[in-house]
């Protein structure tokens, strides 16, 4: 199993062409992962992301897929590579790993605040081009998704012990 093994997802109520844009360019994967390596595109995959060969400070490969939903997209990252100079000690691996792993998670955040952002909370994502924003159920929503509207609609709350 390589030293760097990261798997993380995110949700961005974006449509991917716009997430492909920033996420799918390797000059932006090289300054995250960081000086010394060489990124090489060996799958182009469109709107669902690319593939990449990792050489130099890491060795390995790396893929950003994105997953269209009906209202936005997942982002996967995947990273698996070893560094060029190994760490000796299991402490200073987990190091390496994890920080691999922020460094790409702050990325894909920093990208969803700048493009998401505006958006509040529990509002629905801006419609892409070509497509009607979904109706909104009734009585369904942020508004109706409290715990007790849970419970309500669940039967009560008769088996959750008294916080008195």
Same mark, same amino acid.
């Given at each position: 199993m390589? @030293? !760097?093994?990261v798997?993380? $997802?995110?949700y961005?109520?974006?449509g991917?062409e /716009? =997430?492909r844009?920033? =996420?799918?360019d390797? *000059?932006a @994967?090289a300054?995250?992962?960081g000086? %010394? @390596?060489?990124v /090489?595109?060996?799958?182009?995959r469109?709107r +669902? %992301?690319?593939?990449? /060969?990792?050489?130099g400070? =890491?060795? %390995?490969? #790396?893929? *950003?897929? =994105?997953?269209e939903?009906?209202e %936005?997209?997942?982002?996967h !990252?995947?990273?698996?590579?070893d560094?060029?100079?190994?760490?000796r000690s299991?402490r200073?691996r987990r +190091? !390496?790993?994890e920080?691999?792993? $922020?460094a @790409?998670s702050?990325? !894909?955040?920093?990208?969803?605040?700048?493009? &998401?952002?505006? +958006?509040p *909370?529990?509002?629905?994502p801006?419609?892409?081009?070509g497509?009607?924003?979904?109706?909104? #159920?009734?009585?369904?929503g942020?508004e109706?998704?409290s715990?007790?509207? +849970?419970?309500? /609609?669940?039967?009560g709350?008769d088996d $959750?012990p008294? &916080?008195e």
């Amino acid at each position: 199993m390589p @030293l !760097v093994d990261v798997v993380d $997802q995110t949700y961005v109520a974006v449509g991917p062409e /716009r =997430l492909r844009a920033r =996420l799918c360019d390797e *000059v932006a @994967l090289a300054a995250v992962l960081g000086p %010394g @390596l060489a990124v /090489r595109c060996f799958e182009d995959r469109g709107r +669902r %992301g690319k593939r990449w /060969r990792l050489s130099g400070a =890491l060795d %390995g490969t #790396a893929e *950003v897929w =994105l997953e269209e939903l009906a209202e %936005g997209t997942v982002v996967h !990252v995947f990273v698996q590579a070893d560094p060029s100079r190994s760490p000796r000690s299991a402490r200073a691996r987990r +190091r !390496v790993e994890e920080r691999y792993h $922020q460094a @790409l998670s702050r990325w !894909v955040t920093s990208v969803r605040d700048e493009l &998401d952002g505006s +958006r509040p *909370v529990g509002a629905a994502p801006v419609p892409r081009a070509g497509r009607a924003a979904p109706a909104p #159920a009734s009585g369904t929503g942020p508004e109706r998704d409290s715990v007790a509207a +849970r419970s309500e /609609r669940a039967g009560g709350l008769d088996d $959750q012990p008294d &916080d008195e």
